[in-house]
């Protein structure tokens, strides 16, 4: 019928279909040998080749881990020998070591030797500062370090430390209430009171509060009282002052009138008048030297007397004291006791105990006196 035949159209078409599919295998290969050499090119060389294609000059960094150890540590050292005077090591002392940039100091302790050693330093500059218990503090000029020096401090001689006298100044008016509080206790035969005999020399001067805290304290003891009463029985007994009268009553009177006496005696020679005069009221014990010495300084204070700057005045404080109070004695003595005569006896019965007692301090009470306190010399 004129058909070509089935067999040769099939055998055509295989033949061209793989004509064309032949490259493609060379093709795959060429393109894997391609990935593999660039897989074995390092990335830096190739970011290297792509900033050199584009004009960017590559800037190299440090590694990171250098960087961290060149500032957390250094290479210097410093070290030294801390000793004393005499050259001995001093052991246990603290030893600073102060940048001068103002970071954080370091600080260690001496060796049994007296050896320090700094390591690990930074560069820069520094200095030391040593303190040690009872040594002055030591402190070293500035100096400079720089890589891996290792820095000896020429020894360390330390000064002993200046010693520092601690004075205590208390104020004048404390001194003298300790004073008081002593002179109160103290007793002939450990009853009779002996409160106005300073046995210490340079006794602190006493206010007018403590003046008057004295007297009264003085004046109104309870042994005192006593002795005021026995004065009153004497006169009784002796009919003195016949004006009283006797009994009871005269008795009453009498005892009131010695008690008047002595208060208005004690205060005015003991507290208002050296307040006034700023005068002391007390007799100060002198313990030493010839008997004729003594004896004077006993009569004489009653004359003359210690004022509160630490000079001597006449004892104006006692003598207008006594006469005071013997011209007030009129307004209670008996009318036929009164008068300029009875100012004058009283005052002349006030000095002359004065003159006594003085003796009677002078010479004996101190042997007889509790709580004396410790001699001191003059």
Do not use: C
Request: aromatic content about 10%.
């Amino acid at each position: 019928m004129g058909l070509p035949e089935p067999r040769a159209v099939a055998s055509f078409l295989p033949r061209k279909i793989s004509r064309r599919m032949a490259p493609r295998p060379r093709l795959f290969a060429l393109i894997a040998w391609a990935l593999l050499l660039l897989s074995l090119v390092p990335a830096s060389t190739f970011a290297q080749q792509q900033t050199a294609a584009l004009g960017v000059r590559p800037v190299s960094l440090p590694d990171a881990p250098v960087a961290k150890t060149l500032i957390t540590e250094g290479s210097a050292s410093v070290a030294g020998t801390v000793l004393d005077l005499s050259g001995a090591s001093v052991p246990g002392a603290d030893v600073t070591l102060i940048p001068r940039d103002g970071t954080q100091p370091r600080t260690m302790q001496s060796e049994a030797n007296g050896e320090f050693d700094f390591v690990r330093i930074l560069p820069g500059s520094y200095l030391v500062m040593v303190n040690a218990k009872g040594f002055a503090v030591f402190t070293s000029g500035e100096f400079d370090l720089t890589m891996q020096q290792a820095y000896q401090i020429p020894d360390i001689s330390l000064s002993l430390a200046s010693t520092n006298m601690e004075v205590i100044v208390r104020p004048t008016e404390l001194i003298a209430a300790e004073q008081i509080r002593a002179e109160e206790m103290q007793r002939l035969v450990g009853v009779i009171p002996n409160f106005y005999t300073s046995y210490v020399y340079d006794a602190a001067p006493l206010t007018s509060k403590q003046k008057f805290s004295l007297a009264v304290r003085g004046t109104f003891d309870p042994v005192s009282i006593l002795g005021v009463g026995f004065a009153a029985g004497v006169e009784q007994a002796t009919n003195a002052f016949a004006g009283y009268g006797q009994g009871a009553a005269g008795y009453s009177k009498r005892f009131a009138a010695k008690f008047v006496d002595g208060r208005t005696s004690d205060m005015l020679t003991h507290a208002v008048f050296p307040s006034l005069l700023h005068q002391d009221p007390r007799y100060y014990y002198l313990g030493s030297g010839s008997v004729k010495t003594r004896l004077w300084h006993a009569v004489g204070s009653a004359f003359i007397t210690r004022t509160d700057s630490g000079g001597t005045a006449p004892n104006y404080s006692y003598l207008l004291g006594d006469l005071s109070a013997a011209g007030l004695s009129n307004l209670y003595y008996p009318q036929a006791n009164r008068g300029v005569g009875l100012v004058f006896t009283n005052a002349a019965v006030g000095l002359a105990g004065r003159i006594g007692g003085n003796i009677f301090r002078e010479f004996l009470s101190k042997r007889l006196t509790t709580n004396v306190p410790a001699e001191r010399t003059p």
